[in-house]
């Protein structure tokens, strides 16, 4: 659902709303530190800091088993990245950028961002 809001965003600041407010949730919510500090502090500086968070996101889900006991982490930082992926498509876009030229080739292959 989140989802489908970053990607109808009209505008950047409601991205970087939508974006802070998910943070801001996994923060107070992420009681086990599932999701490395570095991925959920504030503030969300800009594009640049979407794409070093989705670097890390990577790196996280290649190095988390998949194995069972580790399913439910890789689904939260499934869930980031495709928060984070969308949000950084749709900047690109209102950029002025198509989604084709968005470089989801660039993205680590676990995140998909449609």
């Known amino acids: 659902m989140l989802h489908d809001l970053i990607l109808d ?8 709303f939508l974006v802070t407010a998910y943070l ?3 923060r107070y919510g992420d009681k086990h530190g599932m999701l ?7 503030p969300c500086s800009g594009m640049d800091d979407i794409w070093e968070r989705l670097e890390a996101l990577g790196a996280e889900l290649d190095n988390s088993p998949q194995v069972e006991s580790q399913q439910t982490r890789r689904a939260i930082l499934q869930e980031a990245a495709a928060v984070l992926g969308a949000s950084a498509r749709r900047l690109r876009e209102l950029d002025g950028g198509e989604a ?10 676990q995140i998909h961002t449609t």
């Open 100 to 109: 084709g030229s968005f470089g989801e080739d660039a993205l680590p292959e």
């Open 24 to 26: 801001e949730s996994v």
């Open 9 to 16: 965003a009209t505008s950047k600041y409601e991205i970087y």
């Open 36 to 42: 490395p500090k570095k991925l959920t502090c504030l």
